[in-house]
């Protein structure tokens, strides 16, 4: 009982941060039709950079309290923002209107550039990080195995919830929520309407990668180790979340993050922890066979 | 006569080898309503689409006048025709399904809100006019809303509503773009007799600036088969048939005009008549 609850915890927290980031593959993937294969990279970058923010700041001594965290966060959030854009803009804008898979080809490619110019500039060692945030408190006890959950454990799902609510907000309220969900919708018709499709792609593209940076700094709060190459495994399993909750559904992507996460934690607790990927994308390809649209998704109806 | 709103001037779309539509040349009035008649396959899609910047046109100048200053349609792309001045609907509906009728209003406002917002940096620290300025977009699309008779339906998803009420709001939703001429491709197809009724004096009320408080008047240009619609409200007419033009003026002289007979009633044409009863 006890050993399950602290499995749950453990879990949740994992699931959060691959619900960060399939948000970013869903919301792509609803705007355009694209799978951004380099949205797993741009974790990474995200990552990298709170480390370096990180680095930074306790070189200056001001590395102490929530302030920091939060400041580490926009600082991060800011600059990854930015690489999301350049790809965009780079890499995948002068192919709209191309044949369907060149932005696929050349998002792979991206995801490539990025791993390389990361381990180039930062090294391929992997880089630790002492805790920044230690200790937590204890849930119960029972016998001698004690439940916890760490402080890091409720920072990542704090911020986790309120950067979701933030976005929800966001997207269901705002003119530019309503913008992005009408070219979701038809994308030609909201030109007509005078909207500027290509500045609406770039916000997407800006939010997901926020989200992404915000994930990437959870994963390195909470593992305290990352190298250039943490992207692609998270990158894949999230995308594997956000298929499995529903490509193009938003909630389903924080879903599709949760279950991916408990799947893990929960296989790694019980069976075998060398095995756990394959538990994942085994209960991802039955999901699919039964539901081929996820656990959210709508029936795609081809428009015409 | 009034200003000039839109020339077409020597227009031609070729599609590989056809001509669909040829020289074409006519001039929509500010404040009128302009109908654009001929049998199918006379190119007034086309018309329409190069006018909207779906096609871009083989040849030929579309010059908008605002404020008397001319813009050149066929120079702009995508979203910039739309901020000139240009909304159309469709003949086969294009409204946003998944989102409610009053959602697809505010999304054709979102210029507005846009700016209002600071592109949503400023919605998100809660600084700047966004709330007065999204309570003063719904405040207008509700008065589309009323105007067009879909206030009941307002939190409903656009899909759900019934063909002559998703027309409507499909118009409703153009003119909250605010545009100086709205296009509208075949606003009558598959309405009622009533519906087509109430739809001639929206249409009429939309020109004189009557539909709905605080909206100013706007001319129209429009495709349509009904005839009965098009005599009703046209201040004029201009005729098409196979890509050229054959006739413009008042409904009255287009009526009267020979060629247009021949070519709706399709002298000389045997695609017309079945082939065993030809001589």
Redesign the interface.
Known sequence: MAYALQQLINGVALGMIYGLIAVGYTMVYGIIGMINFAHGDIFMVGAFVALITIVLLLSGGIMEGPGAIMLVLLVSMCVTALYGWTVERVAYRPLRGSFRLAPLISAIGMSIVLQNYVQVAQGARVKPLEPIVPGGFTVMTEGTFVVQVSWMQLVIVLVTLAVLA?FTW?VTR???G??M??CE??RR?????????DRVIS?TFVIGAALASVAGMMYLLRYGVIDFYIGFLAGVKAFTAAVLGGIGSLPGAVLGGLLIGLIETFWSAYFSVAYKDVATFAILAIVLIFMPTGLLGRAEVEKV | MAAPILEVDALSMRFGGLKAVDEVSFTAHAGDITAVIGPNGAGKTTVFNCI??FYRPTSGRLRLHRDGRATELQKLQ??D???AGI??TFQNI?L????TAL?NL???Q??P??RA?G??IG??LGLSG?PAA?RA?IARATRWLEATGLIERADDPAGALPYGQQRRLEIA?AMC?SPLLLCLDEPAAGLNPRESVDLARLLRAIRDGEAAEGEPPCSLLLIEHDMGVVMGISDRVVVLDHGKKIADGTPAEVRADPRVIAAYLGEGDEDEVPAEAAP
Do not use: C, K, W
């Open positions: 933030v966001l705002t003119a530019l309503r913008s969900r009408a919708q038809d018709m909201a030109q007509l309407l005078g909207i500027n499709t916000i | 909207t910047g995508g979203h025709i739309a901020r909304a159309r294009r946003f399904p998944g989102m959602e505010l999304v054709a979102h210029r809100l846009m917002s592109f949503a919605a998100i966004y999204e977009a939703r773009t």
